[in-house]
C-alpha cells in the first residue's frame, strides 16, 4: 500500500466513523438520559455517561403509566394495520404483477398519486366521516385509515416480489389442473413469503410511526397509540425527562426490531414508493 | 392419449400478428416436432393448444373435442418447459404428485403413479430432495416425470433441452425417443435445433414467420425440401444455393450460372427458357476431386476438420459454396479443386422460393 | 384416429358469457379491495375536503354547515401568517432536501467501496430511518433542551451561541432544529437509493475508464454522475413534494412556534383542524396547497419533455 492510498482508506474509514457516530448519538443519548436517575440528572449535565445507572424510570413507565395501554394499542393498530394492508396489497399487487387489463395503467396512476398528495389534508374530512359512526376514538378507525394509507407503497412493493417470480411456475400449476387463484396460493405466495414478512416490516413500521391521524381521531388515554400517549406525557409532565426518554426507549424497541428485519429489502420498500416518503 | 386438430389458427399481440393461420391435423400417439429459428411463433402455438394463451382465430380440438375456450387445467394435457419450472419449495416427489393432488387422487394411487415415473426416469434416490439441490439434468427428468405421472392426453414440450449441455443433451433425446415408444403419448415438441427435429420426430412442422412451410417426415423434409427456407434450415452445413437461370436442352435440361458455366439437371421442369432459379445442393453431395480431374473449377477458401469429415468453404468465380467430405485425404487440398454437381442431389426452386418438381 | 371434420367443431357453443365475463373480471376482483378502500378513505375524503373549503364548518359551532363560497379564500388571502406559512415551507424543504440529498449521497458513495464490516456499518448509519419521526422530533427536541441535552453548550462552547439557550425558542434559528432532525432522519433515504443506482453501475465501465487513463474525479464525472443522473432526479422531486408537506417534525418540535416563525403549511392546516377545529378554513389553505404542488407536477413534467425534446 502506498502512503498515498494508506491515507484514503484512513479517511474514508474516519468518514464512515462519523457518519455512525451522528447517527447513534440522539439515540445514545436517549438511552443515556432514560438510565440517568434524577438526582443525578441535572447535577451531572452533558456527561457522557452518569457515574451511576438506574432502571427506575423504565420501571416506574411499565408499573405506574399509562405506557403499556399506549403500547398494546400501538401493537393492535400497527400488527392488525400490517396484516390487513399485506392481504390487501398481495392481491392487488398479484393483479398488477400478472394479468394485462385495461385499467390497470389508471390503478397504477391512482396508486402513485396517493403517494404524492398531502394526507394533511385530509384530516379534517376523515374526522367527519369517521365520527357519526363511531371510529374515532376507536382503535378499528385508525387500522382503517392506516390501511388505506398503506395500501399502494404495499401493492407495490408486492408487485415487485411477485415480478420476480417466473411466471413458468403458475403456467405448469395451471396445466397441472390449478386455477389462477389455486396457483396464487399453492405455488407463487409460499414463493413470495419473505417479500410478505417485509411488507408487513415495512408496513408495521409506518403504521408504528403515524402521529397526526392518530392525534387528531384518538382523545381518550383508553385508545391512544403511543405517540398520543407521549405527546400527551411531555406536554403534561414536561419535566420527567428520565420517564419520558424511557418511553422513547420502549417505542424504539419495535421499530428497531422490524428495521432488522427488513434490512434486506430497504431499497425495495424505498423505490417501491417509500412508505415514509 | 389423443389426436390433436388445428385449423386456421391465428394470433395476434395488438396489431402485431405472429401466426398467419395454421392447419396441423396431429394422429393420435404421433411425435410432432415444430422446428424453425427463434421468434417464428413455435412457442406461441404450443401455448395455445396449451391453453396459456387466448386463441385470436381458428379452432383447436384434442381428441375431436374443441378446447378454445377451456382453461389449461381442464385440457388434460401435460407440458415440459424450457425452464423446467419446478416448484422450488416443493420435493421432487412433490412436484411430481402436484398434479394428481390437484385432482384428489388418492393416496397410494399418487405414490404408485409417482414411484413408477421414479424408476422410468431413475429418480427414485432424488425423490425428497428439493429442485435447488438437483443438477440441470436431473432438474430436467423430474419436469419430464411430473409430465407423465399423470398419463395425459398430450405432452408438449418448449424446447425442453435447450438448457443442457450438448452430450447430455444427446442422452436426453435418446431417453425422450424411447420414452415415447414405451408411452405411445401424442407428442408436441418445439425446439429450433434441426438435429432435434430429425431425430424424433414422426413428422417435422417447419415453421418461418408464424406461417408453416412444410410438413412431412423428417427424411422427406430432407430430401425433397418445399422451398428455400426448408432447404435451407434442415441439414448442417446449410445446403448451397446457387443463383442461376433455366436453360431448356435437346436432351435433358441444364441451369446457367452467372459466369456461364453449365450444370445439367435430372430432367426438363415445365419452366421458360431463360428463368431464373436457386439451384440447391447439399454440403455432403457436391463431389471433389483434385485440380486435374473433371468439374467444375472452384477455389478453396477454408478447411474445417470437424473430426468425423472436412468442411471445406469454396469459390468459384466468387460464389462461396461448401463441401463436406469425409475423406481426410482432402485435409490438405491445394488452392484449386475441382467440383461436380450430381444431377440426382440438385434442388430446383423457383423465383418465388418454392421447389419446382415438374 | 378421432379425425374431426370443421363442421362439428363448430357445433360446440361459443364460452358462455359470463364465464368470460368472469375470466375478464379477475384482475379487478383482486384489486377490488384495496381500490375500495382507497376510494373510500382517501378520495371520499378528498372531495368532501373540497367541499369544505366552500363552507363554514367548526366542530365546536353547532350552527356551522352552511354554504359560504369564497369567504375562506379571501381570508385566506389576507392571512399575514399563511404567507409567513408559504415562505417557511419553502425554507423548510429547500433547506431539508438539500442537506438530505448532499450527505446521503456522501454516504453512499463512501459505502460504494467494500470494506471490512460494511454490512454492520450500513446497518448503523441506516438506522435513524426506522426511528418512529415523533421519537426523532421529541428525541432532538431534548438534544437541544439545555437541560438535559449536550447541544447548546456545545455550541455555546464553539462560539456558535451566544449563551446555551434552546435554539428551538430562539425566533431566528428554531427552524434549524426540525431541519436538523428531518435531515438526521432523511439522510439514509437518499443514501439507500443512490447506493442502490451506484451499484447498479457495471464495474467493468470503471476498470476500463482506469485502463484509459481517467482519474478518480474523471471517473466520478463521465460515470457515476450520468448513471445517477435519473435516480438523482427522481428521488430529488418526489422527495420534494413528500417533505414539504412532512409536519409531525414540527409539530412534535416546535408546534409551529415561536411566534409562527417554524409554521409550515402542512403543519397550518393541521393546527387549524386539530387545535381551533376549523375544518372549513383547513380545508381551504388543503385546496390552496393542492393547486401548488400540482403546479408543481406540472412544471416538472413540462421540464422532462423539453429535456427529452433536446436529446
Ligand atoms: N406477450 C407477447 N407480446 C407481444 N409479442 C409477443 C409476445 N409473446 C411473443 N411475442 C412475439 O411473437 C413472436 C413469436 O414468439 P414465440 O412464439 O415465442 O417464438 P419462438 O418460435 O421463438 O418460440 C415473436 O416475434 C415474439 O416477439
Ligand atoms: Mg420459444
Redesign the interface.
Known sequence: MTAKSMVLTVA??L??LA??V???F??F??LK?SLTPNDL??SE??RMWPSRVSFDHFRFVVAHSDFPIFFRNSLIVAGSTAIVVTI??S??G???S??A?R??YW?VA??LL?Q??????????????LSPLGLTNSLTGLV??Y???N??FA?FLMQSFFDGI?K??E??????????F?AFRQ?IL??TLPGIAATIGFVF?AA??E??FA??LISGNDAATF?VG??SF?SKFSVD?GQ??AA?VL??IP??V???LI?RY??QG??AG?V?? | MASIDIQDIRKSYGAVQVLHGVDLNIRDGEFIVLVGPSGCGKSTLLRMIAGLEEVTGGDIAIAGKRVNDLAPKDRDIAMVFQSYALYPHMSVAENMSYSLRLRKTPRERIQSAVSAAASKLGLDPLLERRPKALSGGQRQRVAMGRAIVRQPKAFLFDEPLSNLDARLREQMRAEIKKLHGDLGATSIYVTHDQIEAMTLADRIVAMHGGVVQQVGSPLDLYDRPANLFVAGFIGSPGMNFLSAHYVPGENGASVRLGDGTLIALPQKYTLAADEPVTVGIRPEHVELSDADGTGVDAGVELIEPTGFGTILHLTHHGLPFKVFTVDRTHLNAGPAVKVSFPPGHLHLFDGEGDRVTS | MTHTSSTDMRVQPKRPLLQRLAGACEPYLYSAPSLVLIATVMLVPLALGLSYAFRDVQILNPFSGGFIGLDHFRALSQDQAFYRALRNTLWWTGASVFLQFFFGLILALLLDKPFRGRGIAQALVFLPWAVPTFLTGLNWAWLFNPVIGPLPHWLFALGLLDEPGNILSDPQLAMWGPIVANVWWGIPFFAITLLAALQAIPRDLYEAAAIDGAGPFQRFRSITLPFLAPTIAITVLLRTVWISNFADLIIVMTNGGPADRTQIVASYIFTQAFKRLDFGYASAISMVLLVLLLVYSMLIVLLRQTMLNRD
Open positions: 474514508h474509514r468518514a464512515i457518519y455512525i451522528f447517527a447513534l440522539p439515540l443519548w436517549l438520559v440528572l441535572y449535565g452533558v390487501l396489497a392481491l392487488s398479484y393483479a398488477l400478472r394479468f387489463f385499467a390497470k390503478i391512482l396508486m396517493t404524492m398528495f398531502p394526507l394533511v389534508m385530509l384530516v379534517a374530512p376523515i374526522f367527519k366521516m382503517i385509515v390501511s388505506a394509507f395500501v399502494p401493492t417466473p413458468d411456475l403456467e405448469a400449476a395451471k396445466i397441472d389442473g390449478a386455477t389462477q389455486t405455488i409460499p414463493l413500521t408504528w410511526s402521529l397526526l392525534l387528531m405517540p407521549l405527546l411531555v425527562f419520558m426518554m422513547g417505542a424504539l421499530a428497531c422490524f428495521f432488522f434490512q430497504l431499497v424505498l423505490t417509500a415514509k416518503g
